[in-house]
């Protein structure tokens, strides 16, 4: 049954494989450049808050923009195609062929032509994400030394650790599924694009929730020392000590004039300070990364099993 699966699904297989060798080619390339070009360009005391670190960041930025494009994308666009093109023809093929009929009636059961396809397809998938999540993690220092967002960039946090292994097998997992509900391929591969990006709104607006954010009063400044904290929510704290969204009657005029308007926040935010009240940022310590990672991939793979589940009963029942 190995040698089967392997034989009706190395197309998948060898594209996916190649794929990912041309994304490890195309991440050393400009990993090594950029490495280069860092040692060429950077400031003394870089990586730092200097202004010159922030030109060189900039710099990095807009020499390696289609890079970036490539790896903005990446978080959604990837485990859409894994379930469009691993999970959504695995059954849904079968039964828009008509093969079905032919498979099941054969001396290997139905319930071990199911498991075998599922356990060989989604182990390669997990080991997919996996080796993904590696060639990101060994790229991204050459880009971010010493600024490490990988907790507070949501998208590179989809892209680093458990999270590409758990969100492909998901996807793997939602397009077999799929595919035998509509019984078509094409329908199923649509269900997939639009459950991935659902999937991955809601968790993303779930994340927050997670664990409790811790709370912090800030005076004199609005933002954070660590820029990779997941921000949830802020508020002004007035003299009395109630949390306000905006000050409303605080005698701090707050100016807008075109071109300004970051000069003039500042001006009017150190009136307000200078007035007495605080700032309360309600956030999430980088610290929480691995907590985080387990806590959605355990979403993500408690989801997997679900439907897969409901993969194997649909499959099993066969009607028709």
């Given at each position: 049954m190995i040698w089967v699966t392997w034989r009706q699904h190395r197309a998948q297989i060898l594209v996916t494989a190649g794929l990912l060798a041309l994304l490890g080619v195309l991440l050393l390339g400009s990993?090594?450049?950029?490495?280069?070009?860092?040692a060429e360009h950077a400031p003394p005391g870089c990586p730092g808050p200097a202004v010159a670190c922030g030109d060189l960041a900039l710099a990095l930025a807009q020499r390696y923009d289609a890079v970036y494009s490539i790896?903005?994308?990446?978080?959604?666009v990837a485990p859409a195609l894994i379930g469009a093109f691993w999970g959504a023809p695995l059954l849904g093929r079968e039964y828009e062929r008509?093969?079905?009929?032919?498979?099941?009636?054969?001396?290997?059961?139905?319930?071990r032509w199911l498991a075998v396809k599922l356990s060989v397809l989604g182990g390669a998938v997990v080991t997919g994400g996996l080796l993904l999540s590696l060639m990101v993690s060994l790229w991204r220092p050459v880009f971010r030394a010493g600024v490490d967002s990988t907790f507070g960039n949501i998208g590179v946090f989809n892209m680093v650790g458990v999270e590409p292994a758990a969100w492909w097998l998901y996807a793997?997992?939602?397009?077999?599924?799929?595919?035998?509900?509509?019984?078509?391929?094409?329908?199923?591969?649509?269900?997939?694009?639009?459950?991935?990006?659902?999937?991955?709104?809601?968790?993303?607006?779930?994340?927050?929730?997670?664990?409790?954010?811790?709370?912090?009063?800030?005076s004199g400044t609005v933002l954070l020392d660590d820029p990779d904290a997941r921000l949830v929510s802020a508020a002004w704290v007035e003299?009395?000590?109630?949390?306000?969204?905006?000050?409303?009657?605080?005698?701090?005029?707050?100016?807008?004039?075109?071109?300004?308007?970051?000069?003039?926040?500042?001006?009017?935010?150190?009136?307000?300070?200078?007035?007495?009240?605080?700032?309360?940022?309600?956030?999430?310590?980088?610290?929480?990364?691995?907590?985080?990672?387990?806590?959605?991939?355990?979403?993500?793979?408690?989801?997997?099993?679900?439907?897969?589940?409901?993969?194997?009963?649909?499959?099993?029942?066969?009607?028709?």
């Open positions: 990993g090594v450049e950029a490495s280069r070009y860092v790896f903005g994308w990446m978080p959604l008509g093969t079905h009929r032919l498979a099941w009636t054969q001396a290997v059961p139905v319930w793997f997992a939602l397009g077999t599924a799929a595919g035998t509900l509509f019984r078509r391929t094409l329908p199923a591969m649509a269900l997939v694009v639009a459950g991935v990006t659902v999937t991955m709104f809601t968790l993303f607006q779930l994340s927050d929730y997670y664990a409790e954010p811790t709370r912090t009063e800030l003299p009395s000590g109630r949390e306000v969204a905006e000050p409303s009657v605080s005698g701090c005029p707050r100016r807008v004039d075109v071109g300004q308007s970051e000069k003039n926040a500042r001006a009017w935010q150190a009136c307000l300070f200078g007035k007495g009240y605080r700032y309360a940022v309600y956030y999430h310590a980088p610290s929480r990364f691995w907590r985080f990672q387990w806590t959605e991939a355990g979403i993500l793979a408690l989801a997997s099993a679900a439907l897969g589940g409901l993969a194997v009963r649909r499959t099993l029942r066969r009607p028709g």
